[in-house]
């Protein structure tokens, strides 16, 4: 079955520290789609990436990166340089593929990492 | 575009009684599904549709009813609310397929509280 494990319930770093939010997956299939959101404290869900399971390059945004390891089913993701501003729960999720085109869209998240950033 | 919508934004309801969790969106999106968030256990999606007419279960549909009558809207009815179903529940749809596999876009959520 799918799932998707986020050991740290909760983070707490200063202004300008680098942190790493974790992101374990298990799945059975070879395609899948990988995925992170971020919920503020206003509580709305905001996209920040998606990966599939074909490419495991790095991606960079700005502060964000992503590191997808295949070997260790692990779709890491680190904020450098926190601010303030990227207080907020961060969820990674699981998408299962086949059925209707081939995706199902169905998303398995993981249980959240609160992170807090103080000034 | 006013994207994904949902109405009522909180809710108190008591046991028993039923409503309805209402969600449009305006993106033609053929995939909606609904999600519940609970404190500790991330969204667990309760029920999804493929499309007008299409509906399935999800991980955790009981006490849920849905329909699909059009492209747009995707109710989410509760029966009889019991306690359990004290939840923040949010809306979502995207494009299907993988050629077009686009991010879901999330609505800003209903709060719901059963006494």
């Known amino acids: 079955a799918q799932k998707v494990t986020q050991a740290q319930t909760e983070i707490s770093v200063v202004e300008k520290e680098d942190v790493t939010l974790d992101c374990v997956y298990e799945?059975?299939?070879?395609?899948?789609?990988l995925f992170w959101y971020k919920q503020p404290p206003s509580g709305e869900l905001v996209f920040l990436i998606r990966?599939?399971?074909?490419?495991?390059q790095n991606e960079i945004s700005g502060r964000y990166s992503w590191n997808f390891q295949k070997s260790t089913s692990s779709f890491n993701f680190t904020i450098t340089a926190s601010q303030v501003v990227d207080s907020a729960v961060y969820f990674c999720?699981?998408?299962?593929?086949?059925?209707?085109?081939?995706?199902?869209?169905?998303?398995?998240f993981g249980t959240g990492t609160l992170l807090a950033v103080q000034p | 575009n006013a994207g994904v919508t949902q109405t009522p934004k909180f809710q108190v309801l008591k046991t028993g009684q039923s409503m309805t969790l209402q969600c449009a969106q305006d993106?033609?999106?053929?995939?909606m599904s609904w999600y519940r968030q609970d404190p500790g256990m991330g969204l667990r999606l309760i029920h999804y549709?493929?499309?007008?007419?299409?509906?399935d279960q999800g991980e955790v549909p009981n006490g849920y009813n849905v329909s699909r009558s059009t492209t747009e809207d995707f109710p989410l009815r509760l029966l009889s609310a019991a306690p359990s179903q004290t939840s923040v529940y949010f809306c979502?749809?995207?494009?299907?397929?993988?050629?077009?596999?686009?991010?879901?876009?999330f609505g800003p959520g209903t709060r719901l509280t059963v006494l």
């Open positions: 979502a749809s995207s494009y299907l397929g993988l050629a077009t596999y686009n991010e879901q876009f």
């Open positions: 990966r599939n399971s074909f490419d495991e």
């Open positions: 799945t059975r299939d070879t395609t899948y789609y």
């Open positions: 999720a699981l998408s299962e593929v086949g059925g209707y085109g081939g995706a199902t869209n169905k998303l398995i």
């Open positions: 549709s493929v499309g007008a007419g299409i509906t």
């Open positions: 993106m033609n999106h053929e995939y």
